[in-house]
């Protein structure tokens, strides 16, 4: 069911911007100021998809070749019957073609404009489905709230943001309850215990359907979970945003770490200024306000993993 009003198209009420055609609009950003989740068409060239869905491939046969924990959340025992990942954290650091994508010029831009010019990425994981099946992932908000967290970030400045290598149809996808990011904690409680009761509950829900190379965006504070899938590949990479003045007054991350992500993110954008393939894109111009330029007389990092339990400020 699809409705049209001016450029803002509505699918089955998750707004969508079709980026390459008009940008992200003013009633982009207020429809995700409002309902908590956007979806993104188009972000990805087909050449940059195919690296990154190779990148993907290559981390996901590793974990099943090596059977490590290390960065990886398995749904058993890797060595059980029936283990499968589901899971790897610090992407970015793991494959270039993921740095890169870090660096993504438009991508960086529409978060700018979300969260604001101190932006900082704080998550970099991949999340799958292997066709040996993942379980349900529950109705949730993400981790790292903030006490009072509808007050700090009710419209959306720290944003989760998925990029999609696999289509999700319906049936294997993540769905969200619309402006759920304004409820207080006594109403996400009593939806998401009254969901997470039976096996898949979709009351009150729509789906982000995507199609590979597409974005979805969602506030941190937006509820959500996905359907359990056996049989079916679905991998998506996920880099998580914060406002650097919010992590510096609050957490949940020590002041430290807003430096070294500042240089993670500059040496995402460094990289991919310096790959043939995007020499026809204009960098990104990273500018936060001056005194939140904590990569400054920082010495050069050799790393592009920073482990949040190193940097937990709570
Ligand atoms: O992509 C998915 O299936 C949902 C991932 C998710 O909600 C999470 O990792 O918190």
Redesign the pocket.
């Known amino acids: 069911m699809m409705s049209s009003v001016g450029d803002l198209r509505v699918v089955n009420r998750i707004a969508e911007c079709d980026i390459r055609r008009t940008g992200l609009l003013p009633e982009h950003v207020t429809a995700f100021r409002r309902q908590g989740v956007l979806v993104v068409r188009g972000l990805l060239t087909p050449q940059e998809l195919a690296d990154v869905q190779e990148a993907g491939r290559a981390l996901i046969d590793r974990a099943w070749s090596t059977r490590s924990m290390e960065d990886t959340v398995w749904t058993l025992e890797p060595d059980q019957p029936g283990a499968a990942p589901v899971?790897i954290e610090y992407v970015v650091d793991k494959a270039r073609p993921i740095a890169m994508l870090a660096g993504h010029p438009l991508l960086l831009r529409i978060m700018e404009q979300l969260v604001g010019p101190n932006l900082i990425p704080t998550w970099d994981?991949m999340?799958f489905?292997t066709p040996a099946g993942a379980p349900r992932?529950a109705w949730?908000r993400?981790a790292g709230l903030y006490d009072n967290a509808v007050g700090v970030t009710g419209a959306g400045r720290v944003i989760?943001a998925?990029i999609y290598l696999d289509p999700a149809p319906e049936d294997n996808c993540?769905w969200c309850i619309p402006e759920s990011n304004y409820w207080g904690d006594d109403r996400l409680t009593a939806t998401a215990d009254q969901l997470n009761a039976s096996e898949w509950d979709t009351t009150g829900a729509v789906p982000a359907v995507m199609q590979p190379g597409d974005l979805l965006l969602h506030n941190i504070l937006t509820l959500?979970?996905?359907p359990a899938v056996v049989g079916k590949q679905?991998r998506?990479i996920?880099f998580e945003y914060r406002p650097a003045e919010v992590e510096w007054q609050l957490g949940p991350h020590s002041a430290e770490y807003i430096g070294l992500k500042q240089q993670v993110l500059r040496s995402c954008i460094q990289m991919r200024a310096n790959e043939p393939q995007f020499g026809d894109e204009e960098p990104f111009d990273y500018q936060p306000a001056e005194s939140l330029r904590h990569w400054v007389d920082r010495p050069e990092i050799d790393t592009l993993r920073f482990a949040h339990e190193e940097y937990w400020r709570w």
């Open positions: 899971r994981s999340v489905k992932l949730h993400d989760d998925g993540v959500h979970g996905a679905r998506v996920y």
